[in-house]
């Protein structure tokens, strides 16, 4: 079973940039892997996510334009660059198997540890 793991998350101040990674270990990648985060005393929400055959992407609003969601197939790694960062970007950022496809993005019951990000100055 595969196991994805995320990592990059700190301290950024606004409009800066970061870029988080959500590697594979054991199996291979899976075809959708979706991004998610979770601000203090909110529910998590959806970032975005890549289906690594097609490449193609989809992003929620509050995000588009200024995440980027890539994939390195042979390094088993999907990122999520950051940039434009702001306060209310600061959250726990997971990323897990999900369906993906450029109108749409599924969710999951599976989540790992998260990597934080906090935006501020």
């Known amino acids: 079973q595969v196991q994805l793991v995320e990592s990059g998350g700190g301290l950024v101040q606004p409009g800066g940039s970061l870029r988080l990674s959500c590697a594979a270990s054991?199996?291979?990648?899976?075809?959708?892997v979706g991004w998610f985060r979770r601000a203090p005393g909110k529910e998590r929400d959806r970032v975005g996510c890549?289906?690594?055959?097609?490449?193609?992407?989809f992003y929620d609003d509050s995000v588009k334009g200024r995440f980027i969601i890539s994939v390195d197939n042979a390094k088993k790694t999907v990122y999520l660059q950051m940039d434009s960062l702001k306060p209310e970007d600061t959250a726990v950022y997971y990323c897990?198997?999900?369906?993906?496809?450029?109108?749409?993005?599924?969710?999951?019951?599976?989540w790992g540890q998260g990597t934080q990000v906090t935006v501020s100055s």
């Open positions: 897990a198997a999900v369906p993906c496809d450029m109108s749409n993005m599924g969710t999951s019951q599976d």
């Open positions: 054991g199996s291979t990648l899976p075809y959708g």
């Open positions: 890549i289906n690594r055959a097609s490449r193609m992407t």
